[in-house]
């Protein structure tokens, strides 16, 4: 039985997995400032802001995706070795 993260694959894996443990550092820099601005928008305008609400849920996405390959979960590599994860929130539109 082959092991996949023999010889260079393996050290390969481990510095994605690193690159992407930083990734994920920073990206938590990124949700504090949606979490705040959506507590200002709440506050001031009364209600979330739609498109930082689609952007926070691909945003959580896209750390779900970090989390799953840094614990081996996953060997798919996320955003920028894949597509950056879109938002399936259906927003109603105001009228």
Known sequence: MSNQYEGNAGWTRVLFVALF???FYLTQFVVAAVVIAQCAFTL???APNQQLLSFGDSLSR???EILRYVTFNSDQ???PFSDFP???LVIPSES
């Open 21 to 23: 443990w930083v990734a």
């Open 44 to 46: 001031i305008g009364g």
């Open 62 to 64: 896209y750390v779900q």
């Open 77 to 79: 590599r996320p955003f």
């Open 86 to 88: 879109k938002s399936d």
